[in-house]
Nanobody, 127 residues
């Protein structure tokens, strides 16, 4: 079992950047697919990005493609979400999530597929 903690949220102006971190404890982190999701007030939690066990495969929501980059450092048990060119519509509570996988290429964008979740970190983009 793995526990997840997110760091790095905050208040940033439009066009600015933030880097979120998702740190894990417990479990063999290199066995887990990790995803980032976000939830704005009054909206459903939505998929943002996901990364395979080795980091060799990634996938992004269309709304963040080209602006956000997901990466991981398995030695540090951490997954990162670099967010550039931030927009007011990126304002949300950001969560990381993980699910164990036996496949090195497996990715999923489905919230229901993830077994472990962090408490999230708030990102606010001001105009």
């Amino acid at each position: 079992q793995v526990q997840l903690v997110e760091f790095g949220g905050g208040l940033v102006q439009v066009g600015g950047s933030l880097r979120l971190s998702c740190a894990a404890s417990g479990g063999f982190y290199s066995m887990y697919v990790v995803g980032w999701f976000r939830q704005a007030p009054g909206k459903e939690r939505e998929f943002v990005a996901t990364i395979s066990r080795s980091g060799g495969k990634t996938y992004y929501a269309d709304s963040v493609k080209g602006r956000f980059t997901i990466s991981r450092d398995n030695a540090k048990k951490t997954v990162y979400l670099q967010m550039n060119s931030l927009k007011p519509e990126d304002t949300a509570h950001y969560y990381c999530a993980a699910v164990i996988s036996t496949s090195t290429d497996y990715l999923t964008t489905e919230r229901r597929d993830y077994a472990y979740w962090g408490q999230g970190t708030q990102v606010t983009v001001s105009s």
